[in-house]
């Protein structure tokens, strides 16, 4: 055994970035413990960072190629892997056309430097049209905002939380997710900061959150109701003068077209949707606007539903007419050391948005990619441009895109199958051809995507800790060697170190972060809060702000139309859950974070349980339009009534990965409908899903 040594390190699992001391030597992880001198984290990690280490040891990981021989994967050679999957993607397309693969990418690419570097030339080598992702299982509707309005889909408005004097949360549960769109890791401890010094932190969403429990006020809203709510917060606030445009005043278009275009959103309107009184709703919309500064931050909630694209707009419209958009204590945007927007920036171009629409039921293509809503019935239908093949990396949509199962049997229609994964888990298990990829301890670490939408500017880079298991290119390497095959080059491109040390010499701090500094820096270097710089910046065709594109205007007629009508035989309205031990779908193979009680449990309301004499702890049949799973019961006030909760990311049929979990759980997405879309963006509606419930036995 070698001597125990020191590696500073952000984590990797969810977006917050948290500062990780750890302590290892040349075989093993010794210990994981929280820098208390990072400048974002500033000491906290959540439980999922000691379970860093069980990704690379977990007994189930995948460490060989596999193939699938009549029907049971065998190790093959990493050659043979390669060339396999690169003669089977172009026999699929030789035999009917380039975009008959599909490529899939998942959520932990946003965290892995090196796929991120390397996927944008695989997916190009592989020449399709046909690209899906988890962004639109997720969050595209702030990139059609963020297009519409300000030019650019990443150019994204960041709460200035840490010196705000009143924050509206709107679908987000930050305590527990640590935030998105938004990294904030500690954030119990920031709104504790934020009422300290005088300020109100207000939630609204139809569980009573850890996140309300900790803030200044909390109301229960009916799902899918929020763009009234913060419409009819604009509306009071043109109606009674509050409107002050601030800096960005000469910037800034389209004022009178949305003073007409709201006036039917009344807050009486909005209280008979939302729920939530008039006189509250005024109250909020005064405050709001009286506010030293403000910030009204909508997240998953207001974005994972049917009107998700409004939200974004309305979110961004409150925070600007009240003038705080680019203002300390509003929304704010980063200068991160590597300058994403800056490295693709659009000033100046003309380009029509949605870029196009999808083949069979013309969804819109934002970034490149089609919704994931739609991509089985890509599958299923027949036609040029069908999906014959396809690619994941690092994604499991048969358990987190909605209607999954019907995604997972169009799976076994396709003449050909690879993902790159290290698990076999109810997606991959579907393949012909997995390739092993390589964990964050076993990777440097430097995060792209998510220093774009931190609270404070911050940069930290970490050299691979271990290496790969043994055979095992680093993924990067996996991405770039599929790449040359599929392009005949007979080399593969520069390392994702050389890659960052050019790309930091364009970005914003050139002057202080390099490679270099930051592995001497012994944790993130500090860059600041965020400072206003939005006027220099904004990216549409004529460097000017649209308060009203369009697109958003054209959809109010549909939100005025959507009624409260029960469904009579889908009487609840089914949301999701995120929960503090897991994440997304693939950290229930972790002893230690799967350990104690089943928490895939549907959450009641006492009224409702008593009302269809549901016990606590009981069996549950809830069903809808698509599916029905049983699950035990949780009754709590903490859920509106007539709302139930499931939390996403369980339900793992195969049996390897639930392992750990000892109990057969549900997946969410077994009942979550392909067919509830948000039309502008294409974003899956998960929320809001109407269902039924019934006691079992
Ligand atoms: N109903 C409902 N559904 C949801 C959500 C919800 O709130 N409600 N949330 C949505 C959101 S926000 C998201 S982001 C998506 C996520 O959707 P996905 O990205 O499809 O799913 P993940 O669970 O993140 O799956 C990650 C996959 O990557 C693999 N993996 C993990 N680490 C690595 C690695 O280092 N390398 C490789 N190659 N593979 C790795 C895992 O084994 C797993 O197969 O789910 C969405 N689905
Ligand atoms: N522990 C943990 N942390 C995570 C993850 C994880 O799986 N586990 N996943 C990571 C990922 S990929 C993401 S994208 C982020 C997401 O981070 P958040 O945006 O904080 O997501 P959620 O925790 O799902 O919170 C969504 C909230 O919206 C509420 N809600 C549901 N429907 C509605 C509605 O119609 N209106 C309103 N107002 N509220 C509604 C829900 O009750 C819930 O409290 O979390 C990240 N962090
Ligand atoms: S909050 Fe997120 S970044 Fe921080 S330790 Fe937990 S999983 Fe890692
Ligand atoms: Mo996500």
Redesign the pocket.
Known sequence: MTQPQIQHRTCN????MCGLIITHDDTQVLSIKPDPDDPLSRGHI?P?AVALQDFRTDPDRITKPLRKVNGEFVEIGWDEALEYAAERIRAVQSAHDRDAVGVYLG?PN?HKFGNLLNLPSLVKAIGTSNRYS?ATA??IPHHVASIHMLGHPMLIPVPDIDRTDYMLI?????V??????MTAPGFGRRIEEVKARGGQVVV????R?E??DKASAHHF??????AF?MLAMVHVILDRGLVDLGHLADRIDGLDALKEAIKPLTPALAADHTGIAQEVIEQMATDFANAKSAVCY????????SFGGL?QWASNVLNIITGNFDVEGGAMFTTPALDYVGMTSRKGKHRTYPERRSRVSGQPLYNGEFPVSVMAEEMETPGPGQIKALVTVAGNPVLTAPNGRRIEAALEGLDFMMSIDIHLNDTTRHADLILPGTVALEEVMYDIVFHTFAVRNTAAYAPAMFAPPEGNPQEWEVIARLTAKLTGANQIGPSPDQVLSMLLTQGFHADQVTIPTMQSAQGSIDLGPMVPNLADRLETPEGRLDLAPDVFLDDLPRLLDSTALEDEDFPY?M??????????SW?QNSPRLVKGRNRCTVQINPVDADRLGIADESEVQVSGRVGSVTLPAEITDTMAPG?V?IP??WGQRNGQLSAATKVQTVSINDLTDDQRIDPISGNAA???VPVALAAVG
């Open positions: 699992i969810c977006e917050a959540c999922k959520n946003a988890s997720d969050q709107i679908g987000g549960n930050p527990v997710s640590n935030g998105s769109m609204i969403d139809p569980r959150t996140t309300a809203i009916r799902p899918e109701t929020d709510l909508a997240r998953m909630g207001a974005s994972t539903q939200c309205l949301i999701g859950r995120r929960q503090v031990r897991s994440h997304n950290t709302v909760s996403q990311g998960f929320n809001g």
